[in-house]
Structure formats: structure tokens, C-alpha cells
């Protein structure tokens, strides 16, 4: 299964409007890898954009109003033109709109995933975007890379492609000429993140150094991660038969389910605590998993009951992990600093969200 993300930038031409040229050659080429037996899942952006040349204002209304209204009437109009491209390839599509709150809760989640099951099942392409028209800034994902991954790790793809106006990772600020895109990056790599300066389009609203986070942290998760320009020629195909285009996030040994919902949850977290020195180094051993034991934690910032995700921080606020407590902060308050006792979350319900040694 691979997850395709195409961005904003990619659909619209130089207006802001839908580029119907680059939107029927992607439909061609994920047709073509359709054919070939893979299951797609497509996030695509495009709605504000499309909504905002359908309609002129003639109110005042703010930026998330706005964000609102065109995506309200944009959202239809962008799948429109997908039924009709890819019905020339008899290939069905259908609409999942998202919110954050989407992947909070695991069995709302879990509710989500066998949807996503049955219509990959009869061969239907199910077709992803943020649901604008009912997001409020707390609501929102980062931008439909977060989502993306989200929907990468839910359904547990083999890889995730993001289409976006650059030509991948660059070791430096990509204006600069000298600027060279990383082809590789290994799952203990560490590159710079001069990049995360680097231009963006009015119309998107994600950045490089988003997609970078989020392709490492689904990199360390199993999922392979491509980022490359979706307004090159046949570019799907070239990643796909793994052609040097781009950059290409390798992936570690795959995690469960769990771990991959888990792993974008650091947001909703009912509790905190902070552990000392020598339990962050236990828990951030590479290559060993390690629970969190009540004798390395020094304090709990904030109440939770057993079952509740919890952040776990260092002594400098750093979130260095993300787990569900196996009991409350009443119980952990009796077993602080002591041997001997269960562990406060097992290591099969933990995700590192801080770069290990």
C-alpha cells in the first residue's frame, strides 16, 4: 500500500487556480500504478485554493472564516474533477475529510481504518483532505503532510510520496546555488536543518522543515518516506521503480499499531511527568526498548487517571517520550523514586519522540 500526498503547490498554477494539466498526468501515472496491483490512498490539498477562484468576498471575515468558506465550496468542486479524471481509467474514488480530533481517539481511529479497509477492499481509491469547512485552529493539522503520516501510520503503508514544488531535501537553503539534494537519509542521520528556511509557495501552508520531522518520525516507524516534485515529468513512476529522484527517508524495523497511533498523539496528552537523567538515557538507548520505570521519575506536572496518554519531559521541558499509563498519578505519587515497582507505561505502549543517541 502507498500513501500519495500532493501539495497545494503542486495543483495550482501560477493564479492559485487547479492546474489541470499536472492534475490529470498524476491521475494517469497513479492509475498506471494502480494496474500494476498496489493499493493507493490519496491526500490531496487543493480545496481552498479552488474554492477561492469560484467565489469573490464581499464581507470581512477572518483568516479561519475564509479558510471556511472556500474550502466548503472548493472541496467539491476538486473532487469533481477527480471522478472525472480517474472514471477514464474506470478506477471509483471516495471522499474521507479529516480533522485532528479524527485520530484521538483510538476507537473513533480504529472506526477510521476499517473504513479506509473496506473501500481499498473493492478497489476504490479513497481520496484525503483536511475537513476546513469545520476546523478551527485547534483542530487543525500542521498541513496535509501531518495528515498524510497520520494516515500512513494508520493504515500501516509501505511507503508515503510527497508531492511538493522542490525537488526534495536540500543540504542548505535551496536559493542558494550551491544547494544539492540529499538522495538519502538513514534512519540515525541527523542533517541540518538549513533548509527549514526555504521559500514556500502563498498558496500552501506546509514548509520543508514539517515534512522533515514528520518524514523521520514515520521513518523510524517503518514506513519509507520520498519527498519530490510533483510537477516533474512521470514522477510517481520514477519514485516507485526507485529511480535517484528526490529524497528518500529509509525506514527502521516496522513498529505495531499502536506505536504508530501513539506516535502522533504527543497533542493530546492528559498528563506530564518528569524523569531524571538516568531514565531519559534508558528510555532514548538506541536499538532497546525500555519502559518507564516510577524509580526514574522526579515529579508529575499534571493529574491523569490509568489508560490516559502522558508526556514524559526532561528537566529543560524537552518532550522526550509519549505513552499510555498503566495507572493514575495518584498511584505513581506512592511509588515515586522506588525499585522494584510495575512500570508506569510498558515499553509496548511508548514512542520516542526524541532524536536517540
Known sequence: MIVIKVGTNVL??????????????????????????????????????AGRKELTLTKTLNRVEKRQLWAAIGQPKLLQKYMHLFEQHDIHVAQILATKEDFRDRKHYLHMRNCFKALLSENVIPIVNENDAIAVDELMFTDND???????????????????????????NPTDPEAKVIAEILPDATPSLNFASSPRSSFGRGGMATKFRMSKRLASLGIEVLIANGKKPDIINRVY???????????????????????YQDRSAQGTVIVNEGAKQALLQPKKAASLLPVGVVDILSVFKKGDLINVIDHEGHIIALGKAQYGSDTLEKYLGKNGQKALIHYDYLVITHERN
Do not use: C, P
Open 146 to 172: 501531518e495528515l498524510a503520516g497520520l494516515v500512513a501510520g494508520m493504515m500501516g503503508a509501505n511507503a508515503l510520496y510527497i508531492l511538493t514544488n522542490v525537488d526534495g531535501v536540500y543540504d542548505t
Open 241 to 263: 521503480r526507485g529511480e535517484a529522484v528526490g529524497t528518500r527517508f529509509r525506514k527502521q524495523a516496522n513498529s505495531s499499531s499502536v506505536k504508530k497511533w501513539l506516535a
Open 12 to 49: 495550482s498554477d501560477d493564479h492559485g487556480s487547479i492546474d489541470m494539466g499536472t492534475l490529470t498526468t498524476l491521475v494517469e501515472q497513479i492509475a498506471t500504478l494502480k494496474s500494476s496491483g498496489e493499493k493507493i490512498i490519496l491526500v490531496s490539498s487543493g480545496a481552498v485554493g
